[in-house]
């Protein structure tokens, strides 16, 4: 499978998630007229953190990554050990306007690690994402 077919299973999961979760969501809620719709969230279903885990409850620690900004660079470790049936795939970081600041891919040989190089002077959140083979999207935000 190439790296393009990859991503668009990627997108295609992740969007058949969320129509699944929304219409589970909306089926409930069609049984009691008198119910208020529930807020759907994305976290805990279609991505993953360690507040929202979903059913991947107690794999937190070795999947979600860990974000660190100083001077001017960011770092993402996601402290998952790595063997050829189970490692983390990739990071990608994300600003709050939604730009791609970098994204680094892994073979089962390297280390889940990850550096980044704020713009100048930037303020705001960052999104770092970590994936699993086997356990989907990992999300952790930090504020520069």
Known sequence: MTA????????????????????????????DETAAPPPFSPAGSVYYTKEQPG???GKEGGHAPEVKIEGGKVSVVTAHPMTAEHFIVRHTV??????VLGAKNFAPTDKPESSYDLPKD?????CATSFCNLHDLWVSEAEA
């Open 94 to 99: 994300i600003l709050a306007d939604g730009t």
């Open 122 to 126: 930037y303020k705001g959140k960052i």
């Open 4 to 31: 393009f077919d990859r991503r668009d299973l990627l997108k295609t999961a992740a969007a058949a998630a969320a129509a699944a979760a929304a219409g589970s969501a909306v089926s409930a809620f069609a049984a």
């Open 55 to 57: 059913h991947w409850k």
